[in-house]
């Protein structure tokens, strides 16, 4: 079911196009649609009043799809954009990263001339995706984020990982969330930089890892076994106490080592690169997974999967959605989880939002799946809840020794 929509602006500056464009999205709902036919007629609709959704073109005289995104960003002017081009899928592909490169919301690109299918499907996805990713910017301060860490109040909520042949729940990613007193649960891009900035990414880690394993010893006792996930930053890499550290709150919890994985992104940089690798090593030598997270989004992608002993694969959510007709990214994922089979890593799939999504991962091969589709990051009491509610079976999912 697609979200309502109010206002759809189309920037474009064929009439046909825009005739064509138009009558897709009343059939999408659009309960009002404007029209710009250059690019700088698009930027005067935007400034009178921002749409709830924009169609931009990026062949236009005057101003160019790609300047008017520019000019987007330098006037904080951020409603979802949908680009549209009669061009190859690889130029829109680069479009669209300059656009999320600039802060922008690109739901993502399309080729002319346009279908209802495939852009009521990117419609479907408003409001859904990685949304805490794009807040603006912290009203914390570094006082607030210390007190909520003293207090307890950053907490971890869990995400299904599914797997994709059978509906199993395999898995849960712990993801911080700050359960403010006043202001609810806060997202985690308006506490986080100051975490790493502060020094204290290490203790949240495990602070989490410790409430995770607390939750798991809680959850076993009505039969819920399965491994739990928590990011690793690059920041915490180094120094003689992490390892000592992870150990000592696994053996305090009696937990198997086999149910922690820690997810490291691909794009981190490691200062000491050498002790980077041993404190991976030990920690996998401690029984512990190792993930490679975001895969796809950096460019060291093979050094990185040859110098540490990964046992999982995430691959990132631009390779996962709106992937059809896209024969050139396809290829790409094609190669990831045919290298990562030959590397016996498991593989999953972040950020699945529609049907579509999960047919087409699952039916390239991918062994798991996390995302809105299945459900949003919970807190323990909803996790239960939904595990009891949507029945999957729990099975133990083991890393690779």
């Known amino acids: 079911m697609m ?3 109010s206002t759809i602006l189309i920037v474009d500056d064929s009439k046909t196009h825009r005739l064509h464009a138009e009558d897709l999205c009343q059939q999408c709902g659009a309960e009002e649609i404007r029209q710009a036919e250059n690019g700088e007629q698009g930027l005067l609709r935007m400034r009178e009043a921002l749409p709830d959704l924009v169609l931009l073109d990026l062949e236009m005289p005057k101003l160019d799809g790609i300047q008017v995104l520019q000019q987007m960003a330098k006037e904080g002017l951020n409603p979802p954009v949908i680009v549209t081009s009669g061009k190859d899928y690889m130029l829109i592909s680069s479009v669209e990263i300059m656009g999320h490169e600039l802060g922008l919301t690109i739901l993502g690109g399309l080729k002319k001339p346009l279908s209802f299918e495939n852009l009521s499907d990117l419609i479907a996805r408003l409001g859904h995706g990685k949304t805490d990713d794009h807040a603006v910017a912290s009203t914390f301060s570094d ?3 210390r007190r909520a860490l003293d207090q307890g109040e950053i907490v971890p909520f869990y995400q299904p990982k599914m797997s994709l042949n059978d509906n199993q729940l395999k898995g849960a990613e712990m993801l911080a ?8 649960i806060v997202s985690p891009a308006q506490f986080i930089p100051i975490i790493e900035q502060s020094g204290w ?6 602070k989490l890892l410790q409430v995770g394993l607390r939750q798991w010893q809680e959850w076993a006792r009505i039969g819920l076994r399965i491994p739990l996930s928590v990011n690793l930053s690059a920041l915490s890499l180094q120094g003689e106490t992490l390892v000592p550290a992870i150990e000592a709150c696994i053996r305090t919890s009696r937990v198997p080592a086999r149910f ?11 200062e000491n690169l050498a002790e980077a690798i041993g404190i991976a090593v030990r920690l996998r030598l401690s029984g512990v997974g190792l993930s490679i997270d975001d895969f796809g989004t950096g460019f060291a992608t093979l050094q990185q999967l040859t110098r540490f002993p990964f046992t999982e694969l995430k691959i990132d959510q631009s390779l996962v ?3 059809a007709n896209k024969p050139h990214m396809e290829a790409i994922l094609n190669s990831v989880i045919e290298l990562a089979r030959r590397m016996q890593l498991t593989t999953v799939a972040e950020g699945i939002e529609t049907e579509e999504d999960l047919h087409f991962i699952s039916s390239h091969g991918c062994t798991l799946g996390q995302g809105y589709l299945f459900s949003r990051p919970l807190d323990a009491t909803a996790f239960e809840a939904w595990v ?4 999957p079976t729990a099975r133990m999912t083991l890393p690779q020794n």
Do not use: C, Y
């Open 260 to 270: 922690a994985i820690f997810e490291i992104t691909e794009t981190a940089v490691a």
């Open 143 to 145: 006082v607030d984020v």
């Open 321 to 323: 959605t709106s992937m």
């Open 3 to 5: 979200p309502p929509i």
């Open 201 to 206: 990414i290490t203790e949240l880690t495990l």
């Open 388 to 391: 009891k509610s949507h029945k």
């Open 177 to 184: 969330r700050w359960n403010h007193p006043e202001q609810g």
